[in-house]
Structures are given as C-alpha cells and as structure tokens.
C-alpha cells in the first residue's frame, strides 16, 4: 500500500494554474523529494494532500484513502511557513501541540523532554518561544512534528535557518525516522540535500510534474554521453570514441562521439596503458537537471 | 471531541494566565474604587460639620434630640444648637461658633415655614440634616409605624390586568435589571469578542495555523475558541460581580441594589434565553473579523461596529418604555443585532406576546447557527492568507464558498 497517492491533480487559484495534472506516488519507508522552484506549486501539493485545500479534479489517497480526522494524528507536518505561540513557555506550547496530535499529557511529557535533550534545547524549556533564536525555534518546530511518532513525515524546507552542525542532526534524524519505516515527504530546493538523503522524487514546475522516478533513474535519463576519469598520466591526443576533452577539477571529461559506448572508451585507454584511478559513466548533479529543467520550462522565477 | 475540549482549556488557560487578563480585571475594581474615592472626596470637600442653630417657637422641638446614626451612616450629621433668641444666634454666627441658623416660623405646623440664615457658603449637608432633625423630632412621639407611615408617603402600586406584572416605588430594580442585565451583557460580549479576535488574529499573527488545522478540523479549532473565550469574558464579569457583592456586602449604603428586589424568575429566563444565543452569534462575528483581519489592532477596529447596533435601543429606550407595543419597540425586540436589550426591556413594561418571544429566540438560535457556520467557511478561506486581507468578494464569492465547504 502507497503512503501518498496523487492522480492527475488540478487546482486553479482564479486564471493561475496552481498543480497541473500532477501525479505521483510516496511509498513506506522512503523519502520522497518533492523539488521546484519557489511558486512552483510545492506547498499547494502538500496542502491538497493534507486536505487544507481540496483539489478541483483529480485523486488524493493519503495513508489507504482519503483524508480524515483520525489520520491526522499520523502525520506529522512542518509547513513553510513556521510558526508556533510565542507568548508561551516552549514546553507549554509544544505540549499542546503534541496533544492536538492524539499523545496524552504526561507521555507527551516524556518524549518532549527526550528531544529536547537530544535538540540541546533542555534549558530552554522555560522560555517564551519568542525569546529562542530562530534555529531554536526550527528545532522545536521539528520536535512538534515528530513528537508523536507519526507513520508519516512531510517537512517543507527542513534545514532553513539551521547551522551545520544541527543540520546535519537533522539528516542524522530524518535517516533514522527512515529506518523505522516512517515515511518521509521532503519539500526544497537544495538539491545537494535531495541527493544525500532522496530515495526518490519528484520535480515540478509551474503546477507541472517534470521529472518523476528514483534518483538514479533521473540522473541517468540527463546523463550526457561522456565519462568522467582520473588519472595522473598525460592523455593521448586521440582516443577511439572521443570527441572533447575538458579538465574538470583534476578530472578529465570525456565526450563521446554519436554511437561510441563508455566501454569502447575504457578499452581504448587500457590498450593505451593508462593508468586508471577512477573511470565513470558522467551523470549530472540534480542541480544541473535541476537548472536545466527549469529553464527549458520558462525560466526560474 | 476531545480536541475540542483541548483547544477549550489551552485557550482558555492562555487568556486567563496572562497578565493582561489580570490587569483588565484588576482595572475595573480599581476603576470603580477611584471614581468611589473622587466622589467621596467630592461631597466631603461639600459637606461642613460646624454646628448650626435654630430657634424654634414655643411648644415646638422641646428637648429635641439629635437624630440616632445608622450603623452604616458614612458621615456624621451636623450637631445642631438651641437658641432662646435669633439676637445671640446671629452673635455666635459672627463669630463663626456656628456655620448658620434657622429660624423655625411660628405657624410652621401650617405653613412649614422656615428661614435660614447664613453669612458665608455653609455646607451641602446642613439643609437636609436639619430636615431630618425637624422630622425625627415631630415625630419622635407617635407610634414608630405612623412616623414610618408618614415619612414614607404614598406608595403606588401597578398591576397588569392578568396580574402578571406588577411595579412600584419599591420594586424599581424590576425596570433596572433590564438595562444592568443590557450593559453587563455589552461588556461581556466586547470581551469575550475582543478575545476571541484577538486568538484568531493571533493565531494567524504566529503561523500556527496550519499545523494546528492539520492536527484538528476547523470547527473543532474555532468551536474551542468560541467557548473558551466566551467564558474568559464571563469570568472576568464573574470577578467583577463578586467584587460589587463584597462592596454592597461592606457598605450597604453606596449601593442601593441590595434593597427589596422582587425580580420575576421568567425575566431571568428570557435574558437567559436570548442573551445566550445572541452571545455566540456576536462572537463568532468578531472571530470571522479575526479571520479576515491581518493584526490585531486592524480587527479591534472592524470589532467596534459590531457594538454599535446593539447599543441602538438604548438610544431609543424613552420610546420603548413609554410605547412598549409600538412598532418601533416590536421591530427592535426582533432584529437579532438589537433584540439582546430591547426584549427584555420590553417584557417589562408590557405582556410580549409568546409568538413574538419565541419568534425572536427562534430567530436569535437561528442567527448564531448561520453565523458559526459563516465563521468557519471565513475562518477557513483567510486562515492561510498570512499577511493578506480577506476580501468581501471572496467572502461572498459563490465559488470561494463551495470551495471552504468541500
């Protein structure tokens, strides 16, 4: 059974196409990364799936069929737009919270204060929630939503306003959240994090799904017909299925004539007596396809 | 329903456990105690406790006898001194041993005549201390019911052809409760509303509101808030209510509610009856306000004209007691905005027909049923509109409607 399934969504605000047509699948236990540029149609997504908006055509299955008020205490949520009372101790604030999500008040307690440790946020506890700095309020904000141990995460931008040591705590969490089985939904546009922690995603842009599948699979299907190789030796002018050759930070990029194979190449350099330290297909970074998709859609906003 | 009653006692418990809710509540006591003060200070700024003569005919205040004080007798009332002559009456006022004198006509059974004399301003009090001396003193010998009977005067009593009604001297709390019941309802419901703006207002202010709309549905959320709120406002009357009970309790003579009251039970239960409904229909207007508003301060302003119609039959409340079946009073008493106060007013000066009783409660129940409805569907199209206004056209918007009831 899908954690998520979006079929063929559609929801207009006025004469803006909000989410066109959008389809997509989240399975159990895996981050799924939902990318776009900013006013892509991301959040609209998420709000259709959380039921906050309701689509005007289209399927929305969350967790085995349509949303209800059970489910939402399954679900843990980190909007984009963060937010929580201000004028109120932060155990007191998180607290309600954690109850609004199904916990009672003492096991709620309990499980705020193990976070709270882990998050280095124990002396704060006391404190107004407006008297924390911003990055404490974002770890709280993450406490809030994983508080409850919810079958399913869906964060927005979950490393804004965090410095590296805490976002790579959070990593460290969301990996962890990963194999317990939880699934995770991932909103951003820092595709170095998507690489690091999506098992799949999907790309959308102007209320459209651009790119949709496992990482690889992505990356594969933008790959250019070139190698990457490392060697410390000189390179002979020519090389059977070579085109150019660029040097790309150490590396060499080789690429490939129309109908050349990377194992003509790699043959060719091993005849040659080449000694190679490293030899691999060049697949682009999701941020190249990224930029790439982008701009073939009408240019980043 | 239990995250109801979590929204309820987290709302509820923020409002009261603030201080400013303790200030506000503070502040009325404080308030009511320093107009006290000013105006006690006022008429003993007034009143002079020198002594003042008089000289009374032959036969007339013989061995007069300064009037008992009452226990709870605030000021003391001016000594007052015999004089044989108005000559050495007139000396001592010279000499200011005395403030004044009176000079009591020899035919006062007949006429009540009686002249002051004074030389400068002399106390507010003297006139009417003296009057109650003259009074006590001629009457000191009759039987104590007669000098009841006599101080006392006519004392008029009237009654409704079938009986129901009844108002007299004695019974004016019968027409006071009304509009008491009016003005404390005014501010409860300035309140409970200003708070429940505020918590909407505030919500939206904080972004928390889509994490709490994904932990809770919409009218559970604005269900909780509704009720916390209305009972922030009746705990602060609540407070200020005990606090005028211990007042009248303290000092029975500053107020004269604690005076024979013969309040009818079904006027308590027709206030009940429409000020609830009217309650809640007035505050889910003003949480549709908060809804709509961007900040605080925006929406408090929005919030006044929600008072403003309430306030209209105490405007024309002449109209109303004197013409209390007329059609203006009828109209008034049915509108739900301005049925609150006129109703009850009404039902006091004449016998409101049942149909027209259960025709404004109806309408009232109906009112604040459509009005959470409005409410919830206004709550839910502005709630993520951080930092934008919700216009009327999407208000009104057939589309924006259907879409907030999906």
Known sequence: MSSIIVEHVHKNFGTVKAVNDVSFEVRPGEIFGLLGPNGAGKTTTIRIILDIFKPDSGRVEILGGPMDEQKKNRIGYLPEERGLYQDIPLDRCLNYLATLKGLDSGMARTRIDEFLDRFDLADAKKKKVKELSKGMQQKAQLISTLVHQPELVIIDEPFSALDPVNTQMVKDLLREQRDQGKTIIMCTHQMHQVEELCDRLVL?????ALLYGTLDEVRRKFAKPSVLITTHDALP???QGVGDIEKVNGNYLLHLINGAQPNDVLKSLVEKKITLEKFEIALPTLDEIFIEVVNKQGGVR | MKKFWLVFINEYKRHVLRKRFIFAVLSMPIFVAFICGIGFLSVWIQYNFKPVGYIAPAGLLENAQAVPEESDQIFHSVPFVQYTDEKAASADLKTQKIQAYFVISPDYIQTGEVEYIKVTKTGSNVEDDFSAFLQYNLLRDKPKEV????LDGTNLTVRSVDGSKEMSVDNWMVIMLPIIAGVL???????SGGYLLQAVVEEKEN????IVVTSVSPSQLMGGKIIADMLVGLTELAIWMVFTVFVI??????????????????SILLIVAIYLPAFIMIAAAMGAVGATATEAREAQQVAGLFTLPIVIPFWFITAIMFNPTGQLATWLSIIPITAPISMPLRAVFTTVPTWQILLTIGLLDLCAAFMVWLSGRIFRIGMLQYGKRVSLKQIFNRRTLLESQK
């Open chain 2, 207 to 210: 972004r928390t509101m889509e």
């Open chain 1, 237 to 239: 002018e020519t090389i």
């Open chain 2, 249 to 266: 309790k303290l000092a029975p003579s500053l107020l004269p509610i604690g005076q024979s009251a013969q309040i009818n039970a079904s």
């Open chain 2, 147 to 150: 000098a009841q009977r006599i």
């Open chain 1, 204 to 208: 959308i842009d102007s209320g459209q």
């Open chain 2, 185 to 191: 309802f005014l501010i409860a419901v300035n309140i």
